[in-house]
């Protein structure tokens, strides 16, 4: 299979980003009831140009127990670059034990915000998920990147380059 991938690039297949790695992503997911939104962003096989990549974006929102799927990426979509450079420059929250927490506010209810993306210290690499609620930077990117993307989704799969 993995030989066969240059001769389906070459030939304009549509590649399968289920069986692609998602490297990145983020979800809004209220806690009573609604939409639930799910962005996988992952990297198209190949190149168009050394040093430069094609992202693939997923949008999974689920409502009711039924899914519905939608494909973007940054060939179309010039907001999918834009959520990737502010994701980049998201910055990790402070750690801190629940000793430490003073004055803090207490949701029982709202909207769980995740982000799970890479990370650099360094030269060395790892991976970081970041949860919180509403009135966070990072619930301030999840809900601004779903906005910008809203034009960008369509029902089909990006073609391969």
Excluded at 56 to 73: E, F, H, N, P
Excluded at 97 to 104: E, L, Q, R, T, V
Aim: overall charge negative; proline content about 7%; glycine content about 10%.
């Amino acid at each position: 299979m993995l030989l066969m991938m240059p001769l389906m690039l070459a030939a304009g297949a549509t590649f399968d980003p289920q069986s692609s790695f998602a490297w990145a992503e983020f979800s809004a997911d209220p806690s009573r009831g609604g939409e639930a939104h799910k962005v996988e962003i992952g990297t198209v096989p190949g190149r168009t140009e050394p040093g430069e990549y094609v992202y693939w974006l997923r949008l999974t929102t689920s409502k009711g127990g039924q899914d519905v799927v939608s494909y973007a990426d940054t060939r179309t979509c010039s907001a999918a670059k834009e959520v990737i450079a502010r994701m980049e420059g998201l910055g990790v929250a402070q750690g801190a034990a629940p000793h430490n927490w003073g004055n803090i506010a207490i949701t029982a209810d709202g909207t769980l915000y995740r982000v799970r993306m890479p990370v650099k210290y360094g030269d060395m690499t790892g991976e970081a998920t970041l949860r919180t609620n509403v009135g966070t930077p990072v619930a301030a990117f999840v809900e601004q990147s779903l906005n910008d993307l809203r034009p960008c989704w369509r029902p089909d799969l990006p073609p391969a380059r």
